[in-house]
């Protein structure tokens, strides 16, 4: 059995859209995971932290036979071989990946709460993901519902970086 999962990548120190190359290859890589749309690259202000570098942002759809459990596992494993330290919450990293739905399953558990419990707040989440999959219900409200109801948050798709994560991805396939 498969589940649609959503997931959101970030990340604002080193090269964020090389992390977002190599976590995605790390993820189509995985026997248990098929990438069914990827977003473009978004420029976005910090959250959170405001002192801080500007944001990158995506958001990938996969289809996969993991557990939630098992997926977030992949997801920290990735983020921990992009050399992610846990410093300071809503802190600077080079790359972080949320899972953001998973099916139409609520989890609320220690360490795992899907859908992501501040979704509805986050224009830098909700843009990417109301660009590959507008009509994912969250809470009774479509993503682009959602989406269109948060100011813009200073949130902008970035053509040069997406344009780049192409690339990046068509090289390491050959």
């Not at 959170?48 to 494993?77: H, I, W, Y």
Request: with cysteine; charged share 25%; net charge negative.
């Amino acid at each position: 059995m498969t589940v649609e999962a959503a997931l959101g990548l970030g990340g604002n120190l080193g090269d964020p859209v090389a992390a977002f190359a190599a976590a995605l290859a790390r993820l189509r890589a995985h026997a248990g995971i098929e990438l069914k749309a990827v977003s473009s690259v978004w420029r976005t202000a910090p959250w959170g932290k405001l002192d801080q570098p500007e944001f990158r942002n995506m958001a990938v759809l996969v289809e996969t036979s993991l557990s939630a459990e098992d997926l977030l596992a992949l997801c920290l494993a990735i983020e921990r071989e992009s050399g992610r330290e846990r410093r300071e919450r809503w802190g600077p990293r080079t790359l972080d990946i949320d899972i953001l739905t998973y099916g139409d399953e609520a989890i609320d558990r220690p360490g795992l709460q899907v859908p992501h419990p501040r979704i509805a707040e986050r224009a830098f989440v909700l843009a990417p993901l109301a660009e590959i999959a507008p009509e994912i219900m969250i809470g009774g409200r479509s993503v682009a519902t959602l989406r269109a109801a948060i100011a813009s948050q200073d949130v902008s798709r970035d053509a040069d970086d997406s344009a780049r994560l192409k690339d990046q991805q068509a090289d390491q396939r050959g």
